[in-house]
Antibody, heavy 116, light 108 residues
Framework: QVQLVESGGGLVKPGGSLRLSCAASGFTFSDYYMSWIRQAPGKGLEWVSYISSSGSTIYYADSVKGRFTISRDNAKNSLYLQMNSLRAEDTAVYYC?????????WGQGTTVTVSS | EIVLTQSPGTLSLSPGERATLSCRASQSVSSSYLAWYQQKPGQAPRLLIYGASSRATGIPDRFSGSGSGTDFTLTISRLEPEDFAVYYCQQYGSFSWTFGQGTKVEIK
């Protein structure tokens, strides 16, 4: 079945780095835009970034621009989010999602905690 | 960026009642690229509506979306017990996507 599974979350100190992964299965990954969305504890959803099917088009939210990098490997059916210069306010559950007329498939999320 | 403002913040209703949720955009949403999601505690969001008014696969017909330009509405015609949750609108018509802050539909 169609599935997205995130991994790579954890506890990191302010200023540190982390790389999230999202493994896709059950569909032709290379046909779809993909996105990262996050949700801070007790808060709403915040779009983080998206990447086109080929990887040639990328956009970021202003809150992460210059610190986060989205990428994909279509041969490995995988999406990535490299997060650098992490701040306390980056603490959240990070979801990856498939994008086609909205975001129709979501992973279960991976938790990132930025704390000293 | 396009700011989406959802109202009300909380809606207290009983099962069987009609729910009307509003999402207002700070500028026109291109081609009605507006989606609605439902999120329950501890779960990932679920796509309900895309293109302002099209139901996603498997979504019951008691959920409907309407609107264009800057004003959009999600209507749940008769609330079922499983519909009590938080609902978010999201626009994907500009280069920078955004979500509304959410509306919680709670049991009265």
């Amino acid at each position: 079945q169609v599935q997205l599974v995130e991994s790579g979350g954890g506890l990191v100190k302010p200023g540190g780095s982390l790389r999230l992964s999202c493994a896709a299965s059950g569909f032709t990954f290379s046909d779809y835009y993909m996105s990262w969305i996050r949700q801070a504890p007790g808060k709403g959803l915040e779009w983080v970034s998206y990447i086109s099917s080929s990887g040639s088009t990328i956009y970021y939210a202003d809150s992460v621009k210059g610190r986060f990098t989205i990428s994909r490997d279509n041969a490995k059916n995988s999406l990535y989010l490299q997060m650098n210069s992490l701040r306390a306010e980056d603490t959240a559950v990070y979801y990856c999602a498939r994008c086609i007329d909205g975001m129709d498939v979501w992973g279960q999320g991976t938790t990132v905690t930025v704390s000293s | 960026e396009i700011v989406l403002t959802q109202s009300p913040g909380t809606l207290s209703l009983s099962p069987g009642e009609r729910a009307t949720l509003s999402c207002r955009a700070s500028q026109s949403v291109s081609s009605s690229y507006l989606a609605w999601y439902q999120q329950k505690p501890g779960q990932a969001p679920r796509l309900l509506i895309y293109g302002a008014s099209s139901r996603a696969t498997g979504i019951p017909d008691r959920f409907s979306g309407s609107g264009s330009g800057t004003d959009f509405t999600l209507t749940i015609s008769r609330l079922e017990p499983e519909d009590f949750a938080v609902y978010y609108c999201q626009q994907y018509g500009s280069f920078s996507w955004t979500f509304g802050q959410g509306t919680k539909v709670e049991i009265k």
